[in-house]
């Protein structure tokens, strides 16, 4: 038995959880807790991609002792063995954790990702695999483990622990900032007429409360943290990474993130958007206003002149600032409501888009005259998977404590 109970309080928290004693390195498990079977699986079902994260043991000595032993090692195999997985999944080497210490056991964690809508050919594969034989459960968390629990059960009898997304989120952004080296960053001096000119610098994020966090998924959820279990979802918008993508399908023919991306990087918003000076001839300096401020978002497309000379790039470049300016003006006001001065930026819709990045940076930092940070996080979509297995180990620990 341990020598530190866990208890799950009210809210679901474990007692002995990361930040709630703040004395154990080890942030879910006492040493001597009973250990959860392999293998463990973390998984975020969300709206557009679905993320996975597989902590891989030092010890694959303690794996090969467990019953299935095959099954296990060859699951195992073929997840470390491999940098892709069928058509389209990807493990983001770039990403690993190694020597952590979860639930008394020291390991990797390695960073999956695959579009849900492949799901069917991932529980194919589950099953190719023999997964349902090693008699285990996966958790899950994200609005599809809801949609996808009885498919899971039905078609490879594999039980989904179903867990909250946004616990998941905090959790996740809690444990891989302190344990991954220079995990939270800014972007210094960002300036939206230079966006080459600004670098990316560490950010010391040990004592972090209050922060606000704006997860940019396929929608967009923002969430004022005060505190390790104190946070609520203070608002949300529907005009997101999904937004963006879908769009951006639609407007230009791309039919990938990294393709709408690569064609935005290209583009010049300048040639769809309306500005400031297109209306006024220059600055409205009475309110501030700069001639290159944006005051119309695909403002000269009723134009057909201006219509026929944008590009697909300048299409695809003026969407994602159009989303991007609207999710930084939502975060801005959200801040000043709740009082609060560092905003962290997370979900997927960041990843390989240091455009939209730099753009929260230079909007945060100019329209508040400098009072809030914009900050983000080098796992950006992966927080989510990463409290669900951490929910996973708490969860086994405290199902053996009780029997
Ligand atoms: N490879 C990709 N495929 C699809 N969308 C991607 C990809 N990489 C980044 N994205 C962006 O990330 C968003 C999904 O972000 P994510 O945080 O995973 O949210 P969700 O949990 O809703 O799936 C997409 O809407 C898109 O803007
Ligand atoms: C429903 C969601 C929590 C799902 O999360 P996601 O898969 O987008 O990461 C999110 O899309 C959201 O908060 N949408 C905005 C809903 C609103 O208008 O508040």
Redesign the pocket.
């Known amino acids: 038995m341990s020598d530190k109970p866990l208890v799950i309080d009210v809210n679901g928290h474990d007692s002995n959880d990361f930040l709630g004693n703040g004395m154990d390195n080890d942030l879910l498990s006492p040493r001597d807790a009973p250990k959860p079977s392999m293998p463990w699986f973390g998984m975020?079902i969300?709206?557009?991609?679905t993320?996975l994260i597989y902590f891989e043991p030092s010890d694959m000595m303690e794996l090969e002792q467990q019953g299935e032993k095959e099954t296990l090692k060859t699951i195992h195999r073929y997840l470390v063995g491999n940098i892709a997985y069928g058509n389209t999944g990807i493990r983001d080497t770039h990403l690993e954790m190694s020597n952590q210490q979860i639930g008394g056991k020291k390991g990797t964690l390695h960073f999956i990702?695959f579009?849900?809508s492949e799901m069917n050919a991932f529980i194919n594969l589950a099953k190719s695999k023999n997964f349902s034989t090693l008699a285990c459960a996966i958790c899950a968390t994200?609005g599809g483990a809801y949609k996808f629990e009885m498919e899971f059960k039905q078609r490879i009898n594999l039980t989904l622990h179903k867990f909250d997304e946004l616990d998941c989120l905090i959790k996740g952004i809690h444990y891989i900032d302190r344990n991954f080296p220079l995990e939270c960053y800014y972007w210094k001096d960002a300036d939206s007429d230079k966006p080459n000119s600004s670098n990316k610098v560490p950010f010391d994020f040990h004592n972090p409360y209050p922060y606000l966090v704006v997860?940019?998924?396929?929608?967009v959820s923002i969430l004022a943290v005060r505190g390790p279990f104190d946070y609520k979802r203070v608002w949300g918008s529907s005009l997101?990474?999904?937004t963006?993508?879908g769009l951006c399908c639609l407007l230009t023919g791309c039919t990938?993130?990294?393709e709408a991306i690569a064609l935005a990087a290209e583009g010049d918003s300048h040639k769809v958007d309306k500005l400031v000076k297109d209306i006024y001839g220059g600055d409205y300096s009475r309110f501030n206003l700069k001639g290159a401020t944006v005051a119309s978002s695909f403002g000269q497309m009723n134009i057909e002149e201006k219509r026929d000379q944008a590009s697909k790039s300048d299409l695809a470049r003026s969407t994602l600032v159009t989303i991007t300016n609207n999710i930084g003006s939502i975060a801005r006001m959200v801040a000043t409501t709740e009082k609060i001065d560092k905003v962290v930026f997370v979900?997927?819709?960041l990843?390989?888009n240091t455009i939209s990045m730099k753009l929260l940076a230079y909007a945060m930092e100019y329209w508040s005259d400098g009072a809030l940070k914009a900050l983000f996080l080098e796992h950006e979509?992966y927080f989510?998977a990463m409290g669900c297995i951490m929910e996973y180990v708490s969860m086994s620990q405290n199902f053996s404590n009780i029997n």
Request: glycine share 36%; aromatic share 10%.
């Open positions: 975020d969300g709206g557009t991609l993320k990702r579009p849900t994200g997860n940019i998924g396929s929608g997101g990474g999904g963006f993508l990938t993130f990294e979900g997927n819709f990843r390989v979509g989510g």
